[in-house]
C-alpha cells in the first residue's frame, strides 16, 4: 500500500494554537507515516481558496489522498469542497459545521467529514468563569475574534447564555493574534471615555488576545490606570500547553478553556478512513474544560469596587 499523503491548510503561523494544530499534525503524520504538507492562509481566505484550489486543479497523479482545512472567514468553501471531491480527494473540515458535507457525502464515496471545538460550550465555560469571578455583576472587556468568524460568533453566543444578568459586557474585535488585540486595545485607550469605563475583568476568546490586551493596558501612561488594568482577572481560551496552560501557572492568566487540537485527529481518522475504506461519523466535537476549575475559580471572586474604572 502506497503512503497517504495528505495536505493541511491552516488559518496562520502567528497565532499559539494554529502552532500548536501544525505541531500535533506533524507528530501523528510522523507516527501514522503519512506524508503531510503544511499550508498556512495568512488568515485571508482568497489566499486559502487559491491555495487549495492549485492543488486541487494540479496533475491528478500530484493529488494528495485527502485534504483538512480550518476555513478562514465566513465560508468553507462549497464549490472548492465539490471539486476536491469530484478529483477523488478526502475533504475533512476543521472547527467549523458545514451544511455542506451531507451532501457530498451522499454523492461521494470519500472521506468526507468535520472535526471541530465545540465553540457554544467554549463560550459557555468562559461564561462560566465570568460568573465565578463576578458572582455580584461588574463589567467585562471582551476581546473578540474577528466579525466574519463563526467561531468567534458562536463562542459569544454561549458566553452570553452563562454570564450573570448583572454583568455588562463590551466588546472589541480582533484578529485572533496577540499584535491585532495589542493594536485594537490601543485604541480603544485612546478614546477619552475609556479610562472612565468601568472595568472589572478582561476575557478574550483565545489566549495570545488576552495577553496582546494586557501589554496594551501596561503601555498605559497613567500609572494608576496602569496599576488597575494590570491586576484585573485575565480570561483566555484555547489552553495551549506552551502557551495558555504556562501562562495560567505564571499567573499571566487567571484562566483560560482548553481547547483539545483537532488537526491531529483529523490525520488519524483520515488516515485509518484512506487505508481501510470505512467513512468516518458526518461531525465529531471535541470537549473543553476549564482550567482552573470554575468551583476554584470561585474561590476568589473579584472585589469589584475596586476594579480598574470603578468609580
Known amino acids: 500500500m502506497k503512503k497517504p499523503r495528505f495536505v493541511l491548510s491552516l488559518t496562520t503561523n502567528d497565532n499559539d494554537y494554529q502552532m500548536e494544530q501544525a505541531t500535533t499534525a506533524q507528530e501523528a503524520a510522523k507516527r501514522l507515516n503519512v506524508d503531510l504538507e503544511i499550508l498556512y492562509a495568512e488568515n485571508d ?3 486559502q481558496s487559491q491555495q487549495l484550489l492549485k492543488i486541487i486543479q494540479s496533475n491528478a497523479a500530484s493529488h494528495p ?3 483538512i482545512f480550518e476555513p478562514v472567514g465566513g465560508t468553507a468553501f462549497p464549490q472548492v469542497a465539490r471539486a476536491a471531491a469530484a478529483a477523488g480527494i478526502g475533504w475533512v473540515v476543521l472547527n467549523r459545521e458545514v451544511e455542506y458535507l451531507s451532501d457530498l457525502r451522499r454523492d461521494f464515496r470519500l472521506p ?3 472535526i471541530s471545538s465545540d465553540h457554544e460550550e467554549i463560550g ?3 461564561g462560566k468563569q465570568i460568573a465565578a469571578l463576578l458572582p455580584k455583576g461588574g463589567s467585562v472587556l471582551l476581546i473578540q475574534g474577528p466579525a466574519e468568524s463563526l467561531a468567534a460568533k458562536q463562542r459569544t453566543t454561549g458566553m452570553y447564555e452563562t454570564k450573570p444578568i448583572g454583568v455588562q459586557i463590551k466588546i472589541i474585535k480582533a484578529n485572533w493574534t496577540e ?3 495589542y493594536k485594537a486595545v490601543s485604541s480603544w485607550l485612546k478614546l477619552s471615555t475609556s479610562l472612565q469605563t468601568p472595568i472589572h475583568l478582561v476575557a478574550a476568546q483565545d489566549d495570545s488576545m488576552a495577553v496582546g490586551a494586557k501589554k496594551a493596558f501596561q503601555d498605559l501612561a497613567d500609572n494608576a490606570a496602569k496599576d488597575k488594568f494590570w491586576g484585573l482577572p485575565y480570561l483566555g481560551i484555547d489552553g495551549v500547553r506552551t502557551t495558555g496552560q504556562a501562562w495560567v501557572r505564571r499567573g499571566i492568566l487567571t484562566a483560560t478553556v482548553i481547547v483539545p487540537t483537532n488537526a491531529d485527529q ?3 481518522m483520515l488516515a485509518h478512513a484512506v487505508q481501510t475504506g470505512t467513512i468516518p461519523d458526518h461531525q465529531t466535537l471535541t470537549v473543553p474544560k476549564s482550567l482552573p476549575t470554575i468551583d476554584e475559580l470561585a474561590k476568589n471572586p473579584v472585589r469589584t469596587a475596586q476594579a480598574a474604572g470603578s468609580v
Do not use: K, L, T
Open 45 to 47: 481566505a482568497i489566499q
Open 65 to 67: 489522498d485527502g485534504i
Open 112 to 114: 468526507i467529514f468535520g
Open 124 to 126: 459557555r465555560i468562559q
Open 179 to 181: 499584535a491585532s488585540a
Open 266 to 268: 483529523g490525520i488519524e
